[in-house]
């Protein structure tokens, strides 16, 4: 389970792109604030920039012909388990989205990923 960088996602091949998918999915719904090393970084900051990142991707998806349930274009969809579910968390809104969304998408994590994406076999063109 990772967040790939927000740089890489166009780039991506498609196992990894709709993995990064169904993971988002996951985060966003029951997956919340459950500990797992990769993504802790996600926890700290608001869920809402979980939702704009996962937006990032299914543009790209969308750009490669995908269909996306609609529902996870709502900021408030969770899921199936959940549902809708509006409140204090979900209805609170980031003042400015930064580039990248998440600050630890920094240098060193392009690297890191870069190479995690060559240690599967996959050279991206960056």
């Known amino acids: 389970m990772r967040l790939w960088h927000e740089d890489l996602i166009p780039l991506l ?3 990894q792109l709709l993995g990064q998918h169904r993971e988002i999915c996951a985060l966003r719904g029951l997956s919340w604030k459950k500990p797992h090393s990769v993504v802790n970084y996600v926890f700290e900051h608001p869920y ?3 939702f704009e ?3 990032i991707v299914m543009k790209e998806m969308e750009n490669r012909g995908y269909s996306i349930n ?3 274009k709502n900021r408030y969809y969770r899921g199936q388990r959940i549902g809708i579910e509006i409140s204090e968390m979900t209805v609170k809104e980031k003042k400015c989205i930064t580039h990248p969304i998440y600050q630890e998408h920094n240098e060193t994590y392009y690297q890191e990923c870069i190479d995690n994406l060559k240690g599967k076999g996959i050279n991206v063109d960056y």
């Open 53 to 55: 990142f996962h937006v």
């Open 13 to 15: 091949p498609t196992q």
């Open 48 to 50: 809402q920039d979980l």
């Open 70 to 72: 609609p529902l996870w």
